[in-house]
Every structure is written in C-alpha cells, then in structure tokens.
C-alpha cells in the first residue's frame, strides 16, 4: 500500500470514528478532521483555581503532585463521611468545602484517592453561618501584643493555609449548570465523565518547595505590587515639609483560596471606598492650606500577606526614598485607618467601633475627632463608639506594622465591629458586593471625612460652617462598589476608564498578585495592576491644585511638580498638580542583584522581620480544566472495529472501483 493510500486509509478511519463518535452521542456529525473530534470530546470548563503559593517554610496551596495532566472521573460524595474507593475528581458544594478539606488534611487514606476537587459556586444567602478559609486570627505573628490566641475570625477554619497535593477549581455559574446536567444523567453501565486537569505548577518540576530555594532556580517571583499615597493639598517637596502629619490608611488587596476570586468587598475594600469617598469630599473643601496639619491619604497593597505594603512603606521612610519624598516617619502624629465598613447598619441608623492603639493624646484626640465628626451629622445617625477594652488590642490592620516600628505610634482603627469580625467571609470568595451595604459604606466615608478636617484643623477655631458643608457623594460610593467588586460594570466602568485604560481584563481581583518590576525602576514602574494605577490616577486627581488641569499629555508634563493623569486614555490626559507617587511593596528581606531576589537574614532591629513569611509564587505552564467521557472497553473496541471496517470496505471499494475503471477505458 502506497504512502498516499495510506493517508487515505488514515483519514477515513479518523473520520468514521468521529461519524461513528458523534451518532452514538447524540452529537452533530458533521466533523471533517482531528480537531473537530476533540471538539465534541473535550468540553473546557470555565473555572478559577487554586494555585500554589512558597513561603521560608514550605508551600500552601493547590497544585498536581507531579508535573502530569491528571484524569479521573467525577464523583458527587453523599457525606462528607463517605469514602472514596479509588482515585477521584470530587464535585463539591460550597457549604461542603470547609468539612471536606479539613477531612483531607486529618484523614491521609481519604485524601489519597482525591485526584482533584471542583467547587461549586454559591451565594452568602446559602452560607449563612459563615465561611472563612483564614485563620481566626489572621497573621497572629504580627500582632503587637501577647495574646495571639484571640479569636478576631470565628468562622476562621485556616484551610487556605495548608498544602494540597492536588488541583482544586471553583467553577462558574455556567459551568456548574453544565457539569451538573452531566453527573445527574450517569447511570449504571453509562459512559464516565472524567475532569482533565492542568495544572503544572514549575516549582514541583525541580524540587523548589520554599521561597529561598526557587527565587534561587528562579521558578518563583515574591508576592507584592505598588501602594499609593497622595497629599491633600499637594505638598512643596522641594522645601522642607515642617507641617505634622495625619495619615488616612485603607488596604487595597484581599484574598481568597481561589487566586482570582480574592474580591474583599467587606474587608478591606470597603474601607478603601470609604476613603476614596472621603477624598472626593475633602477636594471640594476651600482654604486647606491654611489647615495646621497635613492630610496624607495612603492605600496599601500586600497587607493580608505579610503586611507588605505598609512595611516596606516604613523602610522607604527610613531610607529616604524618592517614592516618599515629602514625608517622614517623625511627621506622622496620628493615623486613622478605615477597615471594615461595609456592614455598619443598625436598626438605628449606622453604628461604627474605634479600635484604639494605646492611651496617647494623639490617640484620644482621634477618637475625640470621630466623635465631634458623628456629632456634627446629626440626622444622619452616624454613631462610633469604642471598641471593647476587653480586646487584646487592635484587630489585625496596617496599624500594626506602625506599633511594632514604634510602639508609642497614635492611631485608631475603625470598622463595623467590635470584638469579632462581623464579616462571615473574611478571606472568602463570598465575600462580594453582595456582603456589604453602600450606605454603611457612604456613611463611614462621611465620618471620615469630618474627622480628618477635625484633626487637620489642630487647635485652631474650627469654622463649622465648613465641617458642615463637607458632604460625601453617595452615587460615588455606588460607581466604586460597581467598578471594583462586580464583573457587570467592573473595569469597564465609566469612572475607571477616565483614567486608564485596564490590561488585566474587566472582571476585578484584588489578590496581590506579583512583584514584576526591578527596584530599579521604582520612579517608572512598568508592571502595575489595575487597580493601583487606577488609584493614583483618582487620587492625582483630587488632590490636585489645578482640577481642570494645565495642559494635555501623554506621559510627562513640563513643569516640575506636574503630574500626567489619564495619560492611557484616548486622546491622553491632562497635567496637574499634585504629590501622588507609588510605593513599591514586597517584603522588607528581598534584595534584587544580579538579576536575581535573594533573601536577606533577619534585621535584629526590625522585630517584624523575624517573623516575616516572605510569600512568593511559584510559575505555572498552563492551568486549565475540561471534561470527556470515557466509554466502556466494550465501545472502544466496537468503535475501532467499526472504524477498522469502514477503512478496509473502503479501501476495498477504491480498488474495485479502480480495476472496473481500467477495464472499462480498455474497452473504450
């Protein structure tokens, strides 16, 4: 047989099995080649996963065991008792996951036969007793004070702290409605579904299973990003600052089990709304020059791992670094941060707690503050109190990396509970728009605001006049829900794209992710996310001194001190003036030289450096997941025999068809 016959031969025998395939599954058969077969075989399910994550001990996380594709039917269990026979992919329900992956890690002949989990997604109304992978106090070691066994997070089961030696996904709405109309039509004797995972994380290839070793074979970069400040109004950074300084803090990142499921609407991106939305009032406020004190709104990144961004902020202080240029450590006199705000509603209006760093004068004039703020919005029924002295001390924040730097530091932590996170889902996925309350948020944004101007004000006479006129913008606080916690409006949304124009796709994530810049390009960063360019550019804009700005730009402005906001916009953006800068945050004992992250020992006088899990992650191949059926041994051999016999008839037919042919021209 003849090379070309053999193509032939080839050819017909891929095509009738896929005829073949394709009629006995109820599917369209008209398929003309490989790929059209693998089309009707695999089915790619939409999907988010969890991935793995190095620290100086060890890995957390998902990945496959080896470096493999992995296949294994799908199972439903009944119970979260029930055993697993053989190697499985498990199809689990939301209100099952926190039981099963506790089973897993107590249980070693269970978790043997879990080849891969697929999460189904659900919705706060289903999970109402909570559910939150962290710990039930998260990041403990960084706590400025003894008692780490309080429970801050009650739901808190610590899953997502652990490593698993298999891929985990949580599907989408779509995909669970289809996956779920596949398992429920297996019968006895029926075709299996089998989910293919890859999902090949490069540190398990070459045995890198901690942060040292893979930033090593460079398998790994360190977790981290850019945070944010900005003066209002801007600072004269080429003279001498000599005013004091009062620092508004929020966090910008989240996270979550699921890498791109880390939304933090309740804790902390409501707390960062709040701000934005305090921000917005403040720039409308005449004459704030003539304030005693200078207002420095900041917003961190990489706090919920390792509190990145504040205290790297803390060392570019100590160095003098241009990313602070204009700010001192000394200058801070007080700091107020927004935490949670997101779920402040009573029955009586909106009711926030004030948790207290210490007894300082500057500490109670905060809360003094905040008190003569609530009072001032009268009808509006915005109350704080503070918080229990039962607390061990602050909850987890940023405010901690300032009291382990100094521990006579003055600052407040507001949020909407007390002595337990009222959050359900802190660290979760469900932890979405749906969890929070735009007028919790507004209102927080609004006692904010009138506190700050308070303390700005220092002993002066306060004009009440203006602490009155300070108003927040409500239909603000709901654009900012839109655009940074729902895929509806998302990225997309009118506001963001004001500023820039979004390169990591509309639907928004607030997991760190990480560091891909070199330090030596700090003035100029290359690789900042979304969310944070989008923040400097807000917040350029209204801290500026020149709001309807003093000249178009793409890039750079001629005069010094101007800055270029919405620059990636059609048409580019305008220069203004401001003092808004990046801060790059990754953790504080990472040194790049030589083109490679090495990690540093200890600092003896920096405590927190002690005890800093130095977070990286590690690189991947692909991540993906699909779905085939895998048929009886008795329809595989059915299938190539049919196959096997439509290519040998048809061969057969080719070469009678060709002996008539030949006799019939003979005759001719």
């Not at 001194?545 to 919405?566: L, Y």
């Not at 040194?591 to 002690?610: F, G, R």
Request: aromatic content about 8%; charged content about 20%.
């Amino acid at each position: 047989m003849g090379p070309s016959r053999v193509f032939i031969a080839v050819h017909f025998l891929l095509i009738s099995v896929a005829h073949v395939y394709g009629s006995v599954n109820g599917v369209d058969s008209t398929m003309e080649s490989v790929p059209d077969l693998e089309k009707v075989m695999y089915l790619n399910v939409e999907s988010y996963p969890c991935v793995r994550l190095l620290n100086l001990s060890g890995e957390i996380g998902c990945s496959n065991p080896g470096t493999d594709k992995i296949s294994a039917p799908i199972v439903r269990l009944k119970s979260s008792t029930s055993p697993l026979a053989r190697p499985s992919t498990v199809l689990l329900q939301s209100e099952q996951m926190q039981d099963f992956f506790l089973r897993v890690s107590n249980d070693p002949e269970f978790s043997k036969n879990i080849a891969g989990v697929l999460l189904e997604p659900s919705d706060t109304v289903n999970m109402s007793s909570g559910f939150s992978p962290a710990e039930k106090f998260p990041q403990a070691a960084f706590a400025p004070y003894s008692n780490t066994s309080y429970e801050w997070n009650l739901p808190g089961s610590g899953i997502m702290w652990n490593r698993y030696d298999f891929p985990v996904f949580l599907l989408t709405k779509d995909s669970t409605s289809t996956l779920k109309e596949i398992v429920s039509n297996i019968n006895e004797g029926s075709p299996e579904n089998v989910a293919e995972f890859d999902l090949v994380m490069q540190t398990t290839k070459v045995g890198t299973h901690d942060s040292e070793t893979c930033l090593k074979e460079q398998t790994c970069l360190p977790l981290g990003g850019y945070s944010v400040w900005s003066s209002l109004p801007p600072i004269n950074i080429s003279s001498v600052p000599t005013k004091p300084i009062i620092l508004a803090v929020a966090s910008l990142d989240s996270a979550s089990f699921f890498r791109d499921q880390s939304l933090g609407a309740d804790s902390p991106i409501s707390g960062l709304i709040a701000l934005l939305t305090a921000v917005d009032a403040l720039s409308h406020v005449n004459h704030l020059k003539k304030l005693k004190k200078q207002i420095v709104f900041t917003a961190f990144t990489g706090e919920a791992w390792g509190y990145l961004g504040s205290r790297k902020f803390l060392q570019e202080l100590d160095l003098g670094s241009d990313s602070v240029k204009g700010l001192g450590s000394s200058m801070i006199e007080q700091i107020l941060e927004i935490g949670s705000v997101g779920k402040g509603l009573v029955e009586s209006g909106t009711l926030f707690y004030a948790h207290a760093a210490g007894e300082s004068s500057g500490t109670k004039g905060t809360l003094k503050a905040l008190e003569d703020a609530s009072e001032s919005l009268g009808s509006d029924n915005v109350k704080v109190k503070k918080a229990s002295t039962l607390n061990p001390g602050i909850p987890p924040s940023s405010l901690m990396s300032f009291l382990r730097k100094n521990t006579s530091t003055s600052g407040v932590v507001l949020g909407d509970f007390d002595s337990h996170f009222s959050n359900k889902f802190y660290h979760s996925h469900l932890d979405n728009a749906s969890n929070i309350k735009t007028s919790s948020v507004a209102a927080a944004a609004a006692l904010v605001a009138r506190a700050l101007y308070i303390l700005a004000n220092g002993d002066a006479t306060l004009d009440l006049m203006t602490l009155n006129d300070i108003k927040v913008n409500v239909s603000l606080v709901e654009e900012l829900v839109g655009c940074l916690l729902t895929c509806e409006s998302g990225l997309s949304c009118e506001l963001v794209r004001r500023y820039i124009s979004p390169i990591y796709g509309d639907c928004p994530s607030h997991y760190v992710g990480v560091f891909q810049d070199t330090p030596s390009a700090m003035e100029k960063p290359s690789y900042v996310d979304d969310t944070s360019r989008f923040l400097w550019n807000f917040l350029a804009d209204m801290t500026s001194e020149s709001r309807d700005g003093t000249g178009s730009c793409t890039g750079e402005c001629g005069n010094v001190g101007d800055m270029c906001i919405g620059a990636e916009i059609e048409g580019g953006g305008k220069c203004v003036v401001s003092t808004t800068r990046y801060v790059p945050a990754y953790s504080t004992r990472l040194k790049y030289e030589n083109n490679i992250w090495h990690v540093l020992p200890a600092n003896p006088t920096d405590s927190m450096e002690s005890v800093d899990p130095v977070w990286t992650e590690s690189f991947w191949s692909t991540i993906g997941l699909r779905v085939y059926k895998v048929e009886s041994a008795l329809y595989d051999r059915l299938v190539l025999a049919g196959g096997v016999f439509v290519t040998f008839a048809s061969y057969l037919a080719v070469v009678v068809a060709r002996t008539y042919l030949a006799k019939a021209i003979k005759r001719d």
